[in-house]
């Protein structure tokens, strides 16, 4: 399995190279990767149907931390893998055409293909880290394909909140795997179902929670980090019908379906997700209505309809776990299906404003077939596939278990799609039917690539519904099997009968399309969303981030403020102050100044000297006098090195210093005039740094007098100096042999920087050449 994932890579990274791809008749042949890998997929529908549970490879990536590439195949990452490569397929030759001529094409499908190798890490894996090394794939690469467009600004912008969004979940998910793995101790999916009643009573199981919540919410767009979705519209329609119909959207979804048997079935989790979920579906659905932008109707849509799965796994039951399973397939068709015609309208139309668009059906009719279907789909039409979920869905709600919560469960799913069903017609059949728009006439035919594909989606959606235990006998029982962590079966028909249920379908169409007739007409919607801005989680969070940049920017310039002087200050501070707190708080403080020798009168003459030196460099007008008392100071502490017995010292420390002062003369010339730019205020603060600087370096000299010290080190030099480097002068030879590859860096690093100082002193403005 590691080997399909890795060769997915491989051939994305290989579609770089192939820069004349948009021009090229081939493209299309792109579309036998993600072909090739659902058939492959697909071969394996009779082992998970029979109930098996396939370990397809195991790799040790860090055996000592129980991290591995493990991959497991079962219903529910059977289905996203299905959902990944079928609808992927689909997309990757809708695209061929879509994008035809880009200059930019071979980037597109290698992003595309880097994604779908990254989420199908993230279905299959059963290792946490490997899961979490997937899912921070799967940011990356969609910050690319939310991007594409990247001249456009506000494409560039939406690309960021998704990245920062998902980022901050993918955060949130690493800390997940963490706490899990120390607290069960493993990282093996499979092996944490056997740990499920100690998680649940552990302590830390409400932080665990938290932080699994967390990064599934940002993942899969729910309330209130929902915002970043409508945003990520901004991306080509091929990218927006993979990635919000059946991948990135879902890979949240998939999170929580997964934990569900491992942490699921506790008051937290399901009192969580029924009201986060049950508020996504119901803002999804009632903002939608509000759109006029076709992608942006679908964009509210797709939140409503990831609340309704999030809100079906925090009821729980059998029958709401198999609810979520038949939804998950449901939504990927119809909304996949809408998006590709989207995208066929936008690209044949140049408009998605669905108020300028009608009567495209004739020159559009296999397209305006799929959206119509499509469109009853997501209404829960009689014959569609969207029928059956939605009946599954009323019949989890209204049968729940606790009666007084059932009504308000099921008024709740009703109202969500009421507005979902009028959504769908205002996509899948305002444009298509009634009188041709001004924006409509003379409209060219499509391709037959842009509108096979989402006619393909459409039949299927049209051919489950119709026969339900074509998936309902397959796939479908064992990916609720997987979710719920047991054998759940339900049966699957066109009709049951008359019963509350149907009373419950029959009332959503009729107020459905009742909304719809309303809506379809109303050009000025989003004025009464607009009001409301203010109040909303984007414009919050947005606020925040603005507030914190704003900080962020102060703090760098005061720590970065681009002068050197205070980038030396910045360090010397707080080494002061942390060795300082630990020097006083830990070290008790012994001076012991018998052990010193006493002054002598030359030296105390080299000393006051030195001093005076020191005083006149830093309070002198002249630059050539501040150098020269520079070069003093050099020349006295060679004459101590001298009177203390380390001539070669004394040698080196004289040669840098003469060498110091030479370079600086050399370079006065090059320099403006010389001004005092610091106040009486910044010259106080420099003195006191610098007392406390060399009088915090005095302090650590005289306590490592009277400190034992270990002499293995110098010892050993002592004893090897000789033997192994043929040198007499320990010094030296600890210089240019035992540290001898210190010193090369240290003469690299001299050289580099002298380099940019003769870069800066070759500078010359335009304004100085010319003069010159």
């Known amino acids: 399995m590691l080997f399909i994932i890795l060769l997915t890579f491989v051939l994305a990274f290989s579609t770089l190279f192939l820069k004349g791809l948009g021009r090229s008749k081939f493209t299309g042949l792109l579309t036998l990767i993600p072909f090739s890998l659902f058939i492959y997929f697909l071969s394996y529908l009779p082992k998970i149907k029979s109930g098996k549970e396939v370990l397809l490879f195991r790799n040790e990536w860090v055996p000592s931390l129980g991290i591995a590439f493990d991959f497991k195949l079962d219903g529910l990452s059977l289905l996203f893998s299905l959902l990944i490569t079928g609808i992927g397929t689909l997309v990757y030759w809708y695209a061929s055409y879509y994008l035809k001529g880009h200059v930019y094409i071979h980037r597109f499908f290698a992003y595309l293909g880097l994604f779908m190798g990254a989420m199908l890490g993230v279905v299959l894996s059963d290792n946490l880290i490997s899961l979490f090394v997937f899912w921070e794939l799967t940011s990356i690469t969609s910050f690319f394909l939310i991007g594409f467009n990247n001249e456009d600004e506000d494409s560039r912008k939406s690309a960021l909140w998704a990245l920062g969004i998902t980022g901050l979940g993918g955060f949130f998910l690493l800390s997940f795997a963490a706490i899990m793995g120390s607290i069960a101790g493993t990282y093996s999916i499979h092996e944490l179902l056997t740990h499920s009643d100690f998680l649940k009573e552990h302590a830390s199981y409400g932080v665990l929670l938290f932080f699994l919540f967390m990064g599934a919410f940002?993942?899969?767009?729910?309330?209130?980090?929902?915002?970043?979705?409508?945003?990520?519209?901004?991306?080509?329609?091929?990218?927006?019908?993979?990635?919000?119909?059946?991948?990135?959207v879902k890979a949240g979804i998939y999170l929580l379906a997964r934990f569900t048997p491992v942490l699921g079935d506790h008051l937290y989790w399901n009192t969580t997700l029924q009201v986060i979920g049950g508020l996504t579906m119901l803002f999804g659905a009632i903002h939608s209505v509000f759109r006029k932008d076709m992608k942006g109707i679908l964009a509210y849509t797709t939140i409503s309809a990831l609340g309704m799965i999030v809100f079906l796994l925090g009821v729980g039951s059998e029958k709401a776990i198999y609810a979520a399973s038949i939804f998950i397939l449901v939504h990927a068709l119809y909304k996949a299906t809408l998006f590709l015609v989207t995208g066929t309208v936008d690209h044949q139309t140049h408009t998605r404003d669905i108020t300028q668009l009608g009567g495209l059906r004739k020159t559009m009719p296999a397209l305006a077939g799929a959206a119509l279907i499509a469109a009853l789909s997501s209404a829960g039409i009689p014959l569609t596939f969207g029928f059956i979920g939605k009946e599954i869905i009323y019949d989890a709600t209204y049968t729940y278990p606790l009666n007084q919560w059932a009504l308000a469960f099921t008024g709740a799913a009703v109202l969500t799609n009421v507005f979902l069903t009028a959504s769908g017609f205002l996509v899948g059949i305002k444009p298509f039917f009634g009188k041709v728009k001004d924006a409509c006439q003379n409209v060219p035919k499509p391709s037959i690539q842009m509108w096979l594909p989402p006619v393909v989606l459409s039949v299927l959606s049209l051919l489950f519904g119709v026969l339900p235990q074509l998936v309902n006998n397959g796939i479908l029982t064992a990916t609720a099997r997987a979710i719920g962590g047991k054998p759940i079966d339900m049966e699957l028909a066109l009709w049951h009968g008359f019963n509350e249920i149907?009373?419950?379908?029959?009332?959503?169409?009729?107020?459905?399309t009742a909304l719809y007739f309303a809506f379809?007409?109303?050009?000025?919607?989003?004025?009464?969303?607009?009001?409301?801005?203010?109040?909303?989680?984007?414009?919050?969070?947005?606020?925040?981030?603005?507030?914190?940049?704003?900080?962020?920017?102060?703090?760098?310039?005061?720590?970065?403020?681009?002068?050197?002087?205070?980038?030396?200050?910045?360090i010397i501070v707080f080494f002061i102050g942390l060795v300082g707190y630990k020097l006083f708080a830990d070290v008790p403080l012994r001076v012991n100044t018998?052990?010193?020798?006493?002054?002598?009168?030359?030296?105390?003459?080299?000393?006051?000297?030195?001093?005076?030196?020191?005083?006149?460099?830093?309070?002198?007008?002249?630059?050539?006098?501040?150098?020269?008392?520079?070069?003093?100071?050099?020349?006295?502490i060679c004459l101590i090195f001298v009177f203390y017995g380390a001539p070669d010292l004394a040698m080196t420390q004289f040669a840098i210093d003469t060498l110091t002062v030479v370079l600086f003369v050399l370079v006065l010339f090059k320099l403006p005039g010389f001004l005092k730019l610091s106040n009486r205020k910044i010259q106080f603060r420099d003195a006191v740094v610098s007392i406390a600087f060399g009088g915090l370096?005095?302090?650590?000299?005289?306590?490592?007098?009277?400190?034992?010290?270990?002499?293995?080190?110098?010892?050993?030099?002592?004893?090897?100096?000789?033997?192994?480097?043929?040198?007499?002068?320990?010094?030296?030879?600890?210089?240019?042999?035992?540290?001898?590859?210190?010193?090369?860096?240290?003469?690299?690093?001299?050289?580099?920087?002298?380099?940019?100082?003769?870069?800066?002193?070759?500078?010359?403005?335009?304004?100085?050449?010319?003069?010159?």
């Open 502 to 512: 149907v009373a419950l379908s029959g009332a959503t169409i009729l107020l459905g």
């Open 520 to 570: 379809k007409g109303y050009q000025n919607s989003l004025q009464v969303v607009t009001r409301f801005y203010s109040l909303s989680p984007q414009h919050i969070f947005g606020f925040i981030v603005e507030k914190f940049r704003l900080f962020a920017y102060s703090y760098t310039r005061l720590f970065q403020s681009g002068y050197l002087r205070i980038y030396l200050m910045v």
């Open 594 to 636: 018998e052990g010193l020798s006493e002054f002598r009168v030359y030296e105390l003459v080299v000393f006051l000297i030195t001093v005076a030196a020191i005083f006149f460099a830093i309070n002198t007008p002249s630059r050539l006098s501040a150098i020269a008392a520079t070069g003093v100071v050099g020349y006295c």
């Open 218 to 248: 940002t993942k899969s767009a729910q309330f209130p980090f929902h915002f970043w979705l409508p945003g990520a519209m901004k991306a080509p329609t091929p990218v927006s019908a993979y990635l919000h119909s059946a991948t990135m």
């Open 697 to 772: 370096i005095s302090l650590i000299t005289l306590q490592a007098l009277v400190s034992p010290a270990d002499k293995e080190i110098s010892r050993y030099y002592a004893e090897n100096a000789y033997v192994l480097a043929k040198g007499k002068n320990v010094v030296n030879v600890i210089l240019v042999d035992f540290r001898g590859f210190d010193t090369l860096i240290e003469t690299i690093v001299l050289s580099i920087a002298a380099l940019g100082v003769y870069g800066l002193l070759k500078y010359r403005t335009k304004d100085e050449e010319i003069s010159e």
